[in-house]
């Protein structure tokens, strides 16, 4: 179920109006006045070099066949301004084609990324990240490619048309068999360009599963040396070598048929120009100036015309991946302010009440809005402000759907969530996200510092606020052990954390917040059972007097909080404090009792854990 | 991908640049690799030549038409041009065909046997060498090493022969038609030399830059996505976007900086090109009005000949390059063909028999020049007993089971199973016998069924099945949607840590062996699945020596023995209540236990 379109070489709507086309267009008139310098740079360029091969036979004709040693002065000077300026607005040229095409490529990578960040859960959930990345990277740059063209396609465009009409103004016949075999020129490099192009797809494709092996090969050595699967692995790779190389040889067979045949056909058009032309310069009718010019322009048309022909498969390209690109930018953010949205009550009515009350009124959602089974129905569940409650039932029975609907991560489709009296849905969106705090189950941290990390709510929260939240997370002290402290470089290129440290980063990134409301899913999860009661007493301070909803497996975090609701297919169907539903409700013993196996344990936590942060960062 | 503007090809950082010593030996060895495709590489480089010389006799040919047809009114030989141009073209037509397939057969060749023989030879390195390498560097061997001498292969050895061929040829004739004409484009190239090196070194440097910074701008960017969630959640979209606008633009700006340099470097070149053609016609012009031996012709020749100097000029230096990061590629690989696997078999190995006695003899290890993980540990183990390992984080007890599996081997000490010592069984019996189960159960891509066969890959279908109803879960497995043939790495079907330890164990009991090692994960999973790993676990431990490293009291207390290892010493040794009742180390963490329930 992808919701975005596979990456092929075709547009699927074709014609001027389709979105492709749009955006291009749309990225041309927003950038026309860098384009349009481009473009009489280019012209500028074109008139220097299309002169040279003119005034190179007038030097010859005049000067050298014509034995005036005061022509040959005045055309070689003439050569040399006109390559002055050849030279000069050749750079000016490709400095402009290229700044016009980045600066468009920087514009559209921000504004899907913009994008990106507005766009709801519900996208997400259905886009996987690699597919989003393509479009901002891949798809771009195929975009980009052909911006560059475009100053260069016009200029070069010009120059074919300049210097058809100057030879056609020497001579009419010979002009028209020089010129006969190029238009072939043409084709054949744009048909040349959409043969490669599949097979040049093909070898980064196979070269990306021979990758993959090497990578699994690496990653799952244990298991390789542990079973001595060595030849296993070895008969896998071995096909895709074979695959990388059959493809490879499919390139080069494109390559073959048509890079002789593009070097061939302007040959044709020398060997035109030297037979016919050479009799006609034996019988007096043309110069022999006039026959080296003929020569020299047909080398010159050849660079152009084999661009304007790659241009056409570029351009077809581009639309495909601008196509794309727009595919992301006009899905529509589906949770957004509404209309007059207001802020959070600062206090509440009758006064005395703290604040962060939740209330769920009659709450139905499903992932897939209108179809299959809703994950909750008829949900009414009330948290008083600055209690705390456990959410417990078997998996899939929409816990962490309760959770995540609170800060409107997604709508709910009946019913009403309020805090503090207010619904979520007329909340402004983001003073609603900064009154809730979350702990995923799946622990998100970015590539920074811890510092950075914990302080991600608020970039410029003070350093003893930092720390007063991870001291309250249980993080300090594994904190203060590490390389550089809070300063550490975590992520890719940084320090791993095993999966319990994670977890308790994330825990001090929501306490940072100071949220009116605190969620935390399954936040304890991977964190080493000996260590967590440890967490737990500085849980237990993090919650005090904050409404807390707590998503948990293990009694003892269950027992935490104040209260406990039991949840069954989407709905309360027990509520009481861990001590009276253990006594009265069979089904929240049944629960228990499933979680309550090894929940103990030994030791310290073993180099796993460090496998397992690996794992949970490429998530 | 993202390849900067300014067109400078693959680039070395500084520190991989060979000097002249180690650039003798990669091409002492690269041609050694050569060898078998002997012919092919002869074969290639004399239609290279031959390619080469058609080009420059079209306006050589041009020239005689001028100069022995036109001029003097010989109507023959201006035919006789004409006919050598069309045979010419045809011969260059043929050989370029040829030559590209020559080029790729050899070049493509070449990579194949150097994938294959780096993965064998990775394949055959031990667990030490994966312990020691970063696992991003040994996967770059096999990808942006390889494919920076794909490049090479691909696009830049031909052109780089040629381009060099060009321009020897084309020097040497131009200096045969008009030594004096010559001596005239002579003066534009020390310029042109001088801009090409410092144009490559110029784009070299800022092709580094560009692709550092599309590596930061890609991963801001692959965090931007797939934080999305934690930053919408903390109200951080504006902020993130900030910081990708700073990116995006640091990136634009390198690219630009890498435009520059082309820009300036190309009208140093066209200058070079047009400003020789006005001097050859001053000086030829000069020369053919008075009476110095050059003729119309030659002016023609050379005007038509002139790219074939500059041109190929440019694009060595840009080749450059590409010849200097496949070279520093080449260093890197045969330096890792050179690495030697540590666990090898003895010649005449015996088999590991089927008797699961395991006896630890006074055993020391460390880890390369490292400390002492393990010292004197001396431990037996009887057949069909199970034995639990336990102590803190980095006391040795890992390390002890990696030594049992014969993923190392001891510094001091012995350890035999069955009475063999390990050193001398066969690795493949020592495969078949001692079987690890990780902590992580990990997935190849693949189907379920081809995971677990990657345990032992003679076994049949029917096999796998049997194995993973050994262990009770085939049940799990088969009614998914499509049973064992699910893929592993499909969207969708995403298995969870539980489902990929019992994999991981379906794989062990499909080996069926004497001696099973497990590593108890740590973190916990969710309750359900946690009851059937360990089910299955105690179903595969029946009739085996099992050896369980131990995270959980209750995977201790249910072991036979209890082997306490601290400080890379065994400290305690005794059944869990023998234990309890001695208060050491053991009693100690059952109490702390015991205190840490509610």
Same mark, same amino acid.
């Given at each position: 179920?992808?919701?975005?379109?596979?990456?092929?070489?075709?547009?699927?709507?074709?014609?001027?109006?389709?979105?492709?086309?749009?955006?291009?267009?749309?990225?041309?008139?927003?950038?026309?006045?860098?384009?349009?310098?481009?473009?009489?740079?280019?012209?500028?360029?074109?008139?220097?070099?299309?002169?040279?091969?003119?005034?190179?036979? !007038?030097?010859?004709?005049?000067?050298?066949?014509?034995?005036?040693?005061?022509?040959?002065?005045?055309?070689?000077?003439?050569?040399?301004?006109?390559?002055?300026?050849?030279?000069?607005?050749?750079?000016?040229?490709?400095?402009?084609?290229?700044?016009?095409?980045?600066?468009?490529?920087? *514009?559209?990578?921000?504004?899907?990324?913009?994008?990106?960040?507005?766009?709801?859960?519900?996208?997400?959930?259905?886009?996987?990240?690699?597919?989003?990345?393509?479009?901002?990277?891949?798809?771009?740059?195929?975009?980009? *490619?052909?911006?560059?063209?475009?100053?260069?396609?016009?200029?070069?465009?010009?120059?074919?048309?300049?210097?058809?009409?100057?030879?056609?103004?020497?001579?009419?016949?010979?002009?028209?068999?020089?010129?006969?075999?190029?238009?072939?020129?043409?084709?054949?490099?744009?048909?040349?360009?959409?043969?490669?192009?599949?097979?040049?797809?093909?070898?980064?494709?196979?070269?990306?599963?021979?990758?993959?092996?090497?990578?699994?090969?690496?990653?799952?050595?244990?298991?390789?040396?542990?079973?001595?699967?060595?030849?296993?692995?070895?008969?896998?790779?071995?096909?895709?070598?074979?695959?990388?190389?059959?493809?490879?040889?499919?390139?080069?067979?494109?390559?073959?048929?048509?890079?002789?045949?593009?070097?061939?056909?302007?040959?044709?058009?020398?060997?035109?120009?030297?037979?016919?032309?050479?009799?006609?310069?034996?019988?007096?009718?043309?110069?022999?100036?006039?026959?080296?010019?003929? *020569?020299?322009?047909?080398?010159?048309?050849?660079?152009?015309?084999?661009?304007?022909?790659?241009?056409?498969?570029?351009?077809?390209?581009?639309?495909?991946?601008?196509?794309?690109?727009?595919?992301?930018?006009?899905?529509?953010?589906?949770?957004?302010?509404?209309?007059?949205?207001?802020?959070?009550?600062?206090?509440?009515?009758?006064?005395?009440?703290?604040?962060?009350?939740?209330?769920?009124?009659?709450?139905?959602?499903?992932?897939?809005?209108?179809?299959?089974?809703?994950?909750?129905?008829?949900?009414?569940?009330?948290?008083?402000?600055?209690?705390?409650?456990?959410?417990?039932?078997?998996?899939?029975?929409?816990?962490?759907?309760?959770?995540?609907?609170?800060?409107?991560?997604?709508?709910?489709?009946?019913?009403?969530?309020?805090?503090?009296?207010?619904?979520?849905?007329?909340?402004?969106?983001?003073?609603?996200?900064?009154?809730?705090?979350?702990?995923?189950?799946?622990?998100?941290?970015?590539?920074?510092?811890?510092?950075?990390?914990?302080?991600?709510?608020?970039? !410029?929260?003070?350093?003893?606020?930092?720390?007063?939240?991870?001291?309250?997370?249980?993080?300090?002290?594994?904190?203060?052990?590490?390389?550089?402290?809070?300063?550490?470089?975590?992520?890719?290129?940084?320090?791993?954390?095993?999966?319990?440290?994670? !977890?308790?980063?994330?825990?001090?990134?929501?306490?940072?917040?100071?949220?009116?409301?605190?969620?935390?899913?399954?936040?304890?999860?991977?964190?080493?059972?000996?260590?967590?009661?440890?967490?737990?007493?500085?849980?237990?301070?993090?919650?005090?007097?904050?409404?807390?909803?707590?998503?948990?497996?293990?009694?003892?975090?269950?027992?935490?909080?104040?209260?406990?609701?039991?949840?069954?297919?989407?709905?309360?169907?027990?509520?009481?404090?861990?001590?009276?539903?253990?006594?009265?409700?069979?089904?929240?013993?049944?629960?228990?009792?499933?979680?309550?196996?090894?929940?103990?344990?030994?030791?310290?936590?073993?180099?796993?854990?460090?496998?397992?942060?690996?794992?949970?960062?490429?998530? | 991908?993202?390849?900067?503007?300014?067109?400078?090809?693959?680039?070395?950082?500084?520190?991989?640049?060979?000097?002249?010593?180690?650039?003798?030996?990669?091409?002492?060895?690269?041609?050694?690799?050569?060898?078998?495709?002997?012919?092919?590489?002869?074969?290639?480089?004399?239609?290279?030549?031959?390619?080469?010389?058609?080009?420059?006799? %079209?306006?050589?040919?041009?020239?005689?038409?001028?100069?022995?047809?036109?001029?003097?009114?010989?109507? %023959?030989?201006?035919?006789?041009?004409?006919? @050598?141009?069309?045979?010419?073209?045809?011969?260059?037509?043929?050989?370029?065909?040829?030559?590209?397939?020559?080029?790729?057969?050899? %070049?493509?060749?070449?990579?194949?046997?150097?994938?294959?023989?780096?993965?064998?030879?990775?394949?055959?390195?031990?667990?030490?060498?994966?312990?020691?390498?970063?696992?991003?560097?040994?996967?770059?061997?096999?990808?942006?090493?390889?494919?920076?001498?794909?490049?090479?292969?691909?696009?830049?050895?031909?052109?780089?022969?040629?381009? /060099?061929?060009?321009?020897?040829?084309? /020097?040497?004739?131009?200096?045969?038609?008009?030594?004096?004409?010559?001596?005239?484009?002579?003066?534009?190239?020390?310029?042109?030399?001088?801009?090409?090196?410092?144009?490559?070194?110029?784009?070299?440097?800022?092709?580094?830059?560009?692709?550092?910074?599309?590596?930061?701008?890609?991963?801001?960017?692959?965090?931007?996505?797939?934080?999305?969630?934690?930053?919408?959640?903390?109200?951080?979209?504006?902020?993130?976007?900030?910081?990708?606008?700073?990116?995006?633009?640091?990136?634009?700006?390198?690219?630009?900086?890498?435009?520059?340099?082309?820009?300036?470097?190309?009208?140093?070149?066209?200058?070079?090109?047009?400003?020789?053609?006005?001097?050859?016609?001053?000086?030829?012009?000069?020369?053919?009005?008075?009476?110095?031996?050059?003729?119309?012709?030659?002016?023609?020749?050379?005007?038509?000949?002139?790219?074939?100097?500059?041109?190929?000029?440019?694009?060595?230096?840009?080749?450059?390059?590409?010849?200097?990061?496949?070279?520093?590629?080449?260093?890197?690989?045969?330096?890792?063909?050179?690495?030697?696997?540590?666990?090898?078999?003895?010649?005449?190995?015996?088999?590991?028999?089927?008797?699961?006695?395991?006896?630890?003899?006074?055993?020391?290890?460390?880890?390369?020049?490292?400390?002492?993980?393990?010292?004197?540990?001396?431990?037996?183990?009887?057949?069909?007993?199970?034995?639990?390992?336990?102590?803190?984080?980095?006391?040795?007890?890992?390390?002890?089971?990696?030594?049992?599996?014969?993923?190392?081997?001891?510094?001091?000490?012995?350890?035999?199973?069955?009475?063999?010592?390990?050193?001398?069984?066969?690795?493949?019996?020592?495969?078949?016998?001692?079987?690890?189960?990780?902590?992580?159960?990990?997935?190849?891509?693949?189907?379920?069924?081809?995971?677990?066969?990657?345990?032992?890959?003679?076994?049949?279908?029917?096999?796998?099945?049997? @194995?993973?109803?050994?262990?009770?879960?085939?049940?799990?497995?088969?009614?998914?949607?499509?049973?064992?043939?699910?893929?592993?790495?499909?969207?969708?079907?995403?298995?969870?840590?539980?489902?990929?330890?019992?994999?991981?164990?379906?794989?062990?009991?499909?080996?069926?062996?004497?001696?099973?090692?497990?590593?108890? @994960?740590?973190?916990?999973?969710?309750?359900?699945?946690? @009851?059937?790993?360990?089910?299955?676990?105690?179903?595969?431990?029946?009739?085996?020596?099992?050896?369980?490293?131990?995270?959980?009291?209750?995977?201790?207390?249910?072991?036979?023995?209890?082997?306490?290892?601290?400080?890379?010493?065994?400290?305690?040794?005794?059944?869990?209540?023998?234990?309890?009742?001695?208060?050491?180390?053991?009693?100690?963490?059952?109490?702390?236990?015991?205190?840490?329930?509610?």
């Amino acid at each position: 179920m992808t919701a975005l379109a596979p990456p092929t070489a075709e547009p699927r709507q074709t014609g001027w109006n389709s979105p492709g086309w749009r955006l291009l267009r749309a990225t041309c008139r927003a950038q026309w006045k860098g384009i349009a310098l481009g473009v009489a740079v280019g012209l500028t360029w074109t008139a220097g070099k299309v002169s040279v091969p003119w005034l190179v036979g !007038q030097a010859i004709d005049l000067g050298i066949e014509g034995q005036d040693r005061a022509e040959v002065y005045r055309w070689a000077a003439l050569v040399f301004v006109a390559g002055l300026v050849a030279a000069t607005f050749t750079g000016l040229r490709r400095y402009l084609a290229f700044r016009e095409a980045r600066l468009a490529e920087m *514009n559209i990578r921000q504004r899907l990324f913009a994008h990106i960040q507005r766009l709801h859960f519900a996208y997400h959930d259905r886009t996987a990240t690699g597919e989003l990345m393509s479009r901002a990277n891949t798809d771009l740059q195929q975009f980009q *490619n052909f911006v560059v063209m475009i100053p260069i396609t016009i200029s070069n465009f010009v120059t074919v048309a300049a210097v058809t009409i100057v030879l056609l103004s020497i001579h009419v016949t010979l002009a028209l068999l020089a010129l006969a075999s190029l238009p072939f020129v043409n084709v054949l490099a744009k048909r040349f360009s959409q043969r490669l192009h599949p097979h040049v797809m093909g070898i980064q494709r196979e070269s990306a599963e021979l990758a993959t092996v090497v990578e699994e090969s690496v990653a799952g050595v244990r298991v390789v040396k542990g079973f001595g699967a060595e030849e296993v692995q070895k008969s896998r790779l071995y096909k895709e070598a074979d695959d990388v190389y059959d493809e490879s040889m499919k390139a080069s067979r494109v390559r073959a048929t048509y890079l002789p045949a593009l070097e061939l056909l302007p040959n044709v058009g020398l060997v035109l120009v030297l037979a016919y032309g050479g009799h006609q310069a034996l019988a007096g009718t043309i110069t022999v100036g006039h026959l080296v010019a003929f *020569n020299a322009y047909l080398v010159l048309l050849i660079g152009p015309l084999r661009m304007l022909g790659m241009v056409v498969a570029m351009a077809q390209r581009a639309v495909a991946a601008a196509e794309r690109v727009h595919e992301v930018l006009a899905a529509e953010p589906e949770v957004t302010d509404r209309e007059g949205a207001r802020a959070l009550p600062s206090r509440r009515t009758p006064p005395g009440r703290g604040l962060g009350e939740v209330r769920f009124e009659g709450v139905r959602f499903g992932y897939q809005a209108g179809s299959g089974a809703p994950v909750l129905d008829g949900l009414d569940l009330t948290i008083p402000a600055g209690t705390s409650i456990a959410l417990v039932g078997p998996t899939g029975c929409g816990k962490t759907t309760v959770a995540r609907l609170i800060p409107r991560f997604y709508d709910v489709e009946a019913g009403s969530i309020t805090i503090d009296g207010v619904d979520v849905r007329d909340l402004r969106l983001d003073e609603l996200r900064r009154a809730v705090g979350i702990v995923f189950e799946d622990t998100f941290l970015f590539s920074d510092t811890i510092r950075a990390n914990i302080a991600f709510a608020d970039p !410029q929260a003070p350093f003893e606020q930092v720390e007063r939240a991870a001291r309250l997370a249980g993080a300090h002290d594994f904190i203060v052990e590490l390389p550089q402290g809070y300063d550490t470089e975590i992520g890719e290129r940084g320090f791993s954390l095993s999966g319990g440290q994670r !977890q308790r980063i994330a825990i001090a990134r929501a306490v940072l917040a100071d949220p009116r409301v605190l969620i935390l899913d399954d936040a304890t999860s991977s964190v080493d059972p000996t260590k967590e009661h440890e967490i737990r007493d500085a849980l237990g301070e993090v919650m005090r007097d904050r409404t807390t909803i707590v998503i948990a497996h293990r009694p003892a975090t269950i027992a935490l909080a104040d209260r406990v609701a039991l949840l069954d297919e989407g709905r309360v169907v027990d509520e009481g404090t861990h001590a009276e539903l253990l006594d009265r409700s069979d089904r929240y013993r049944a629960v228990l009792a499933a979680a309550d196996r090894g929940d103990s344990a030994l030791g310290a936590g073993g180099d796993g854990a460090a496998a397992r942060t690996d794992q949970g960062a490429r998530r | 991908m993202m390849r900067g503007g300014g067109g400078g090809g693959h680039a070395v950082s500084e520190e991989d640049k060979l000097d002249a010593e180690q650039a003798k030996w990669v091409i002492r060895r690269a041609a050694a690799w050569l060898r078998p495709y002997r012919r092919q590489v002869v074969a290639s480089m004399v239609l290279i030549v031959t390619w080469t010389f058609t080009i420059l006799a %079209g306006p050589y040919l041009v020239r005689y038409g001028i100069d022995q047809g036109i001029v003097p009114g010989d109507a %023959g030989a201006l035919n006789l041009a004409v006919g @050598a141009y069309v045979a010419v073209a045809v011969i260059s037509y043929v050989v370029y065909r040829a030559q590209v397939m020559a080029v790729a057969r050899v %070049g493509e060749g070449f990579l194949r046997d150097l994938r294959r023989r780096v993965f064998d030879h990775l394949q055959s390195l031990s667990l030490g060498f994966y312990d020691k390498e970063r696992s991003g560097v040994i996967v770059s061997r096999m990808t942006s090493d390889v494919d920076s001498l794909q490049e090479l292969v691909q696009m830049g050895l031909l052109m780089f022969v040629s381009a /060099a061929l060009l321009i020897v040829i084309s /020097a040497a004739v131009l200096f045969a038609v008009s030594w004096q004409l010559f001596l005239v484009c002579l003066v534009v190239l020390p310029f042109v030399v001088l801009a090409s090196i410092k144009f490559q070194r110029d784009s070299s440097r800022a092709y580094l830059t560009v692709r550092d910074r599309i590596g930061q701008t890609l991963t801001n960017l692959q965090e931007g996505i797939s934080g999305v969630r934690v930053i919408q959640a903390f109200g951080r979209e504006d902020v993130e976007v900030g910081r990708f606008a700073r990116r995006n633009r640091v990136l634009y700006d390198a690219h630009m900086d890498s435009v520059k340099i082309a820009a300036w470097y190309l009208p140093v070149i066209e200058m070079a090109g047009i400003g020789t053609t006005a001097a050859v016609i001053l000086a030829g012009g000069i020369m053919a009005t008075g009476d110095g031996g050059v003729t119309v012709g030659d002016v023609a020749f050379f005007v038509l000949t002139l790219s074939n100097l500059f041109e190929p000029l440019q694009q060595l230096s840009q080749l450059f390059n590409t010849l200097q990061s496949a070279g520093a590629a080449l260093a890197k690989l045969f330096g890792l063909l050179d690495t030697r696997p540590d666990i090898r078999e003895k010649p005449g190995a015996v088999e590991l028999p089927d008797d699961g006695r395991v006896v630890v003899d006074g055993v020391s290890f460390a880890y390369g020049d490292g400390p002492r993980v393990l010292s004197g540990v001396s431990l037996t183990i009887e057949p069909g007993e199970k034995i639990a390992l336990v102590g803190p984080t980095g006391a040795g007890k890992s390390t002890l089971a990696k030594l049992i599996a014969r993923f190392y081997d001891p510094v001091e000490g012995s350890i035999t199973v069955g009475g063999v010592d390990l050193r001398d069984a066969t690795l493949r019996s020592l495969r078949r016998r001692i079987v690890v189960v990780p902590q992580e159960g990990y997935l190849f891509a693949g189907s379920i069924l081809e995971n677990i066969r990657i345990a032992r890959a003679e076994a049949t279908d029917a096999e796998v099945e049997q @194995a993973l109803r050994a262990i009770g879960v085939h049940e799990r497995f088969a009614s998914l949607p499509e049973g064992l043939h699910t893929e592993s790495r499909e969207r969708g079907s995403r298995f969870s840590a539980g489902e990929r330890q019992l994999v991981s164990l379906a794989r062990a009991a499909l080996v069926d062996p004497t001696v099973l090692i497990l590593d108890e @994960a740590t973190s916990s999973l969710d309750p359900g699945t946690e @009851a059937v790993v360990e089910h299955a676990m105690e179903r595969l431990s029946r009739g085996r020596t099992v050896i369980v490293i131990a995270h959980r009291l209750t995977t201790a207390e249910r072991a036979d023995r209890i082997a306490v290892v601290t400080g890379g010493r065994l400290a305690e040794l005794g059944t869990h209540d023998e234990l309890v009742a001695r208060g050491g180390h053991y009693a100690a963490l059952h109490a702390s236990w015991a205190g840490s329930l509610t």
